[in-house]
């Protein structure tokens, strides 16, 4: 079946009459099959949570789970 498909790409990518988008898309799609993807890039922003209001809480509670840290009372939190 693969084959098949194949075979339709590539008689659109040498047909002259066939639109310029049918064509780039029908040789984009035999790339794609036989190269794979190209890879994609991805951007995000990680927030350092030491940097936020509760930064310094979490690392507390993190540190008195790990016992590094004696034990504080709610208020000094």
Do not use: C, H, W
């Not at 075979?7 to 066939?18: K, Q």
């Not at 993190?62 to 709610?74: D, M």
């Amino acid at each position: 079946m693969i084959d098949g498909v194949l075979d339709v790409f590539y008689r659109i990518v040498l047909d002259d009459n066939a639109p310029a988008s049918a064509r780039v898309s029908a040789g984009r799609e035999i790339l794609d099959r036989a190269e794979g993807r190209p890879r994609q890039t991805v951007e995000a922003t990680v927030k350092d949570e030491r940097q936020s209001k509760y930064g310094e809480i979490a690392r507390k509670i993190r540190l008195e789970q790990l016992e590094l840290l004696p034990k504080s009372g709610t208020d000094e939190l």
